[in-house]
Each structure stands twice: as structure tokens, then as C-alpha cells.
């Protein structure tokens, strides 16, 4: 569709010469005519000529990254959701681990090239993260920069460092998530402790799909975001009153609130759904109303 914009005042342009030429002929303007017929075949062919590369690049997809005999057999011992899953998801998790993979670059901090298990354990946060949903494009996103520890507001690496990772709304790194690797490994460490970095801001990705990181994700219907607001607004406000065995954290704004109960979805759902079933329930709904992950 965009393309077709693009092309659209080409398409008229040649139009209203196509209609210029009748007149021209009919006045005696022959030579004219001819060259103006020349011009429009001309453009009309190089026009279909660069459409035809410019669709086929929106339509290609690129080629997932295949995954051998040792990155299964790392994914099993490092990563527990993956462990947990039966054949045929396990290679629905692979498979988009390749895909994810092929169209984002993960850099390393100080690296000419990423590590592969740096590379899986963000790539497995982001399909872990998205493990249920009917998509699992991730916007934006064209790179992952990996620290190989928590940094601070500088961007430097210290002993005093408290940020484990980041995702930019604006500005010139729109499309680049930071994350801790130090973070990142004791968030798949399997504590059990409802706390996963990467799945923490693979969250705040997934609510910055549709234009703003405001603590609602993109597709939830309007009646689980009327329930959502509810829900996350008293919660909050047991936080505050020291009521609630949420992490404070999610006291920061609705959007990080909504980051911290993906994190507990994933990580302790059992727990989640015995001690906060409404905010259970309203995630369950959302990452599994549509099971096109069993494909």
C-alpha cells in the first residue's frame, strides 16, 4: 500500500500526458505526440520495473537462522521454558529463534562479533517473552546492544551500575533495545523469582507496537483494557500501602507495572494466578486468545 503511494502522482502524471496526446494529433502536433507517447512507455516500464523490485524486497522474507545439534542441546540446559516444552513447540521456539535472529542484529559491547550464546539468550527472551500470541514480529527493533554488565546513566559499565536494559521510544535509538548480559543470564538462571530482564523489556517492546509505551499492549481488546486499568490501579495502590508482594518497581508508571507482571507471567504463573488472579487472568487471555503458535 505504501508503495502504491509512492507511485500514485507518477500514475497520474502519466495519465493526463496519455490524454495530451489525442489533441496533440488531432492539432497537427505529430512529433509531439510521438515523443510524448515515448516518454510515457518509457517511464510506465521503468516505473513497473522498480515497483516490481521494490514489492519483491517488501515481500521476501529473510531466511531464518537454523539451529544445529549444539544449540538445541544449550537452549535445553540454559534456558527452562524451553526445556519444558514438548517436541512440536520446541521447534516452534527454534524456528522463531531463527527468524528473530536473521532480521535483528545483536552486538556485543567491545566484541567484533556477538557470542552465540549471547545471541540466544536474547533471542529465546524475545520469543519468550511474545510464547503465545498470534505474531511475533517485533516492530522496529533492528538491533540488541549486550553489555556484559548492569551500566548506568552514561552508558558506562561500573561497579555502581543499576540498569540491566532498555528499549528507546524516539530519538536515534528508536530501534535498539540495550540489555545487561549479566541481567540476562540470572533472569533464565531458573530462581523461580518472577524476575527475567529480557523478558522485561521485550514487554515494554511489545506495549510500544502500537505508538506509545503506556502499559497497554498492542491487540488487547477494549473490554481487557477496561478490566486491565482497573485492576493495575488498585493493585498499585496496595503497593503503595506496603499490601502487595509485587515488586515496588512497578509503582514507576502503568508501563513498567504492565513489564513486572509479564516478567511474574512468565517466570511464576502458578503464583501469579493463586495470589492476583484477575491480573492473571487478563494476561492468560491476552498472550493465548489465539493459538497460533501450534503451527
Known sequence: MNTLKRFLPWIVLFFILLICVPFLVQNGNTGAAKLIGFIVVAGVAIALSVWRQQT???????????????DRFWLERHIPFYKRLNRSDRIVFEDRIGLFLAE???????????????????????????????????????????????????????????????????????????LSLTALKEGFSDHNDGQNVGVHEFAHLLDKVDGQIDGFPAGMDSDNRKIWARVVANEMEKIRNGNSDINPYALKNEAE?????????????????RKHHLLFQVLDDYFNDNKANKN
Open 56 to 70: 519483491k524486497k517488501l515481500m521476501e522474507k529473510k531466511a531464518r537462522i537454523a539451529l544445529n545439534a549444539n
Open 257 to 273: 507495572f504492565f513489564a513486572v507482571l509479564v516478567e511474574m507471567y512468565r517466570e511464576n504463573p502458578e503464583e501469579l494466578s
Open 104 to 178: 535483528v542484529h545483536v552486538t556485543e559491547v567491545d566484541k567484533p562479533v556477538a557470542d552465540k550464546e549471547s545471541c540466544l539468550y536474547v533471542a529465546s527472551s524475545a520469543v519468550y517473552a511474545y510464547w503465545g500470541l498470534p505474531f511475533w514480529n517485533y516492530g522496529n527493533l533492528r538491533e540488541v546492544l549486550v553489555y556484559p554488565d548492569d551500566y548506568n546513566n552514561e552508558k558506562v559499565i561500573s561497579d555502581a551500575g543499576y540498569i540491566q536494559g532498555q528499549v528507546h521510544h524516539g530519538g536515534m535509538m528508536n530501534n535498539t533495545m540495550i
